[in-house]
Structure formats: C-alpha cells, structure tokens
C-alpha cells in the first residue's frame, strides 16, 4: 500500500509541473506503454500459436486498464462476459443484434449517469464508450455472416463473420492496447487477419510496419508539444473568463476560433500514439497503392492533410476521428436505409453519436449545428453545380486563393463555436450569448431562407414550376 502511495505522489508531482490533471497523465503513459508492448509482440510471440498472443493483449489491456480505473475494470469485463453468453444464447439473429445494442448502449448511459460531473472526466465510462461500439459492432458482423454474400455491401464482406468468436478472442479484441482506452474502433476480422498471420503472409513480413510506426509516434510527439505549447496562451479557463467577454465581438470570434484549433491537436495526439501502436502490431495493414507500396492506414483515425487543409467543415468530418465516424456510417446510418430518407437517417445518426457521449446538452448542441451546417454546405454545393456563374467562380484558376482564404475564415470563425458546447457543457451558453448566437443565426437562418434563393438562383427547364424544380432537387441528394 505504500509503495502504491508513493507511486500515486510520483505521478501527482509529475502532473502539477506540467500542469495536466493525474489522470491525464495516466491516460498519456498508458498508450505510450502500448509501443513496447506491440514491439514485444512483433518479434517474440506473432508467429507463436495464436492463442498466445491472445492471452497477451487480454493480459497487458486489463492491466493498463486497471493502471487508469482500479477495480471499476471490472465493468468491461461483464460486458464482455455478457455479450459472450448473448451469443451462445441467441446466435447471430436480429434478436441477438436488439438485445446486445439496448444492453450495451443501456449499460454505457447508466454509467455517464453514475460517473458524470459538470467537467469532462477520464473514469471508466471513457473507454467504455469505446467498448460498446466495439460489441455492438461485432454483434453486427456475426449477423452479417449468417446472411448470402451476394446480400452483403463490400464493406461487410470484408467484416462479417461466419462463426462466433471464442471468449479468448473477445477479451484479446476488446483489451489490445492499441484500441482499449480511446480506439481506434477495428473489426474482429481485421483482428484476427492479423493475429493469424493472414497480414504476415500478405505483406511478407509485419515487422516492416515498425518504421511507419514510430513515423506515426514521431507526429503524434509533434502535435502534443504544439497543444502544450499553445495551451499556455489559449486554453480553457480563458474562454470562460471575463477577459474573454471584455473583448470585442471580432476578437472574441478570433480568440474562440484559435481555441477550437488548440483544443483538437490533443485529440490528434492522441489518436496518432494509439494509430502508431496498431502500426507496430501489424494490425493496420491494408494492402499495397498502384505502386507496390504497402499501406499500414486501416486504422488512422485523423487524414492530417485534409484537416489542417480544411475549407468546409465537411473536410473536416471526413478527416477527424474518422474510425468513429466510419464505424456510424456502417453500422447506424447504412441499416437505416430502410427509412428511405438520407436527411432522416443522417438526423438520428447525429442523434446516436450525442446519446453515445453522454447527456451533456452541449453534445447535443454540437451534434445540431453539424447537422445545420452540412445541410448549408449541401446547399451551396448545389447552387455551385447548378447555376452557370457560381460554376465559373468556383472553377476560376485566378480566384483560387481567395477561395481558400473565403475557406478558411469560414472555417475558423465556426470552429470554436461549434466546438464549445462539446467542452464546455453549459458555460458554452455565455459564450454563444457573447457572439449574438451568430451560428444559430446564420445556419438556421439560412435553412429558412435556402428554398426562396435555390429557387431563384438555379435554372428551371421551361413549363417547370417552382415546386416541381425544388421537389427535383432533394436536399438529401
């Protein structure tokens, strides 16, 4: 007990110098501590029998976990057990499919209910969110594998399973470090791809992912030493302060704008550490480009080009956490097909992945104005297609950098404000009330007005009416 204290003063002292909350810093050592734990891998046990290295990734995820959340470890452990027997039980059937999502999404909210605070806490809830996407996933793919192939979407076949997984498979899935705490989400199939060798034979050998491994570290190490650099100049308490409100409209834009940039790079961070441990474990093998090269992206979870290079916030969704939001795409928006109304489905989808963050009206917030700006972005996507002189404006060569400049002010000037209810979770109210609602007012405003302008401004084949030229041009196109 006392060695356990002293190591707990250890970590505190470390974490008041830098000025990150203990926790944090666990979090941080944690994924670290995936690299020799993949390097391990990779040289002494990947062509050992496969159950060992199993063994290995439940071993060392449960340990880390218990590293971060002490016995509440033992929440992951039950589901896991649960969605086990689930399968024993009631098979791959749409039964089985109901009852592990109402289980598991159930299980998760009861734990933000438990766990939640007014601030954004790293308890057990945090991996576990993690953790339910995962099972349900899987619940999905073994539904997927009972069907005909010929029913299957490409993206299925390459995930579905055909048999159940064994209890040892699961927990090796569920803990890899790689993924255990904040993803990256990956298939059991992929798993087992690479757990099997399937990758090695492929690729002829793993251990040629190390290099672009710690190219991934290395990227990772350069944007966390940005956010701590940066984080001394514009950081949270800052946004909240009455220095923030003192200021000017524009320069309170400004200040939220370069807060919202700030605040991603410790997700990026984050995200290229763990993508950078699946590296080195070979799990992120996905092939060879139209030169013969080999790809190790099948689970990058940031598109840094797209991010940093941003002109619309729909780059922006394509290139952030983009393993979640491929994981919704195949398993929430896709099966709502059946609604046969892509505005509905994409609604309810954004509506899942706020239920799926907790109850914080701030998720909710945010999830809303993503919906109202790519409804805008769709929009002008159209007027731009459609009308002749927006067409020549947008492909003019000579207008080109000022597009990007009318791009990237749009950008920043919206990327706090829709940032902030997402952090902030009910101070986000002062900080919208700040800037004059100035998102609300502008996206909402122009779902409002969109029908009069679309009408106006795109070109309507003669004896066509108005109605018949808007109902001809669906916003969910």
């Not at 969605?83 to 089985?96: A, E, M, P, V």
């Not at 950081?235 to 834009?253: C, E, G, H, K, P």
């Not at 956490?321 to 195949?330: D, K, P, Q, R």
């Not at 009308?387 to 947008?394: D, P, Q, R």
Request: proline fraction near 3%.
């Amino acid at each position: 007990m006392e060695v356990e204290d002293v190591n707990k003063g250890y970590l505190l002292r470390f974490s008041d110098s830098i000025g990150t909350p203990e926790p944090a810093v666990r979090l941080l050592l944690s994924v670290l501590l995936g690299y020799p734990i993949a390097l391990f891998n990779c040289f002494y046990l990947r062509r050992k029998p496969t159950y060992y290295q199993h063994v290995y990734f439940t071993i060392t995820g449960i340990g880390i976990g218990f590293f971060n959340f002490g016995w509440d470890i033992s929440h992951s452990l039950g589901c896991v057990l649960v969605q086990y027997l689930l399968f024993k039980i009631l098979s791959g059937t749409r039964t089985c499919v109901a009852v592990s999502f109402v289980f598991h999404m159930s299980y998760l909210l009861i734990g933000y209910y438990q766990t939640g605070t007014e601030t954004y806490d790293i308890k057990w809830s945090m991996p576990h969110c993690v953790l339910t996407l995962r099972l349900i996933g899987l619940t999905f793919d073994y539904y997927d594998g009972k069907k005909k192939a010929d029913t299957l979407s490409p993206i299925q076949k390459t995930t579905a399973l055909t048999s159940a997984p064994t209890l040892l498979e699961m927990c090796g899935h569920v803990y890899f470090p790689g993924g255990f705490l904040v993803g990256p989400q990956f298939s059991m199939r992929r798993y087992l791809d690479c757990t099997t060798l399937k990758f090695e034979k492929e690729c002829g050998d793993l251990s040629l992912s190390i290099r672009p491994g710690l190219i991934r570290f290395m990227m990772g190490l350069f944007y966390l030493v940005l956010y701590h650099f940066a984080n001394s100049f514009i950081y949270d308490d800052l946004i909240t302060s009455d220095a923030f409100y003192n200021q000017s409209f524009l320069v309170r834009v400004f200040l939220l704008g370069l807060w919202g940039k700030v605040s991603l790079y410790k997700y990026i961070s984050c995200w290229l550490f763990t993508e950078g441990v699946c590296i080195m474990s070979g799990l992120t093998y996905n092939g060879k480009d139209e030169k013969g090269n080999l790809l190790w992206n099948g689970c990058a979870n940031v598109k840094l080009r797209v991010l940093e290079n941003a002109t619309r916030f729909g780059h922006l969704i394509t290139s952030f956490n983009t393993n979640t939001n491929s994981w919704v795409a195949e398993y929430i928006y896709k099966r709502l097909k059946f609604l046969g109304n892509r505005s509905l489905s994409q609604a309810l989808t954004l509506l899942f992945l706020a239920i799926w963050h907790g109850f914080h009206v701030g998720y909710y917030v945010c999830f809303f104005m993503e919906l109202i700006i790519m409804t805008f972005e769709k929009d002008v996507e159209t007027l731009v297609a459609k009308n002749e002189f927006l067409k020549k404006l947008h492909t003019d060569p000579k207008l080109v950098a000022l597009r990007w400049i009318i791009g990237k002010i749009y950008v920043f000037s919206f990327m706090g404000y829709c940032l902030a209810p997402f952090c902030f979770f009910t101070d986000f109210w002062a900080i919208y009330q700040s800037l004059y609602y100035m998102g609300f007012i502008f996206f909402i405003g122009w779902i409002v007005v969109s029908p009069l302008i679309m009408a106006r401004l795109i070109p309507r084949p003669q004896g066509q009416s108005q109605t018949e030229q808007l109902q001809s041009n669906p916003k969910e196109d």
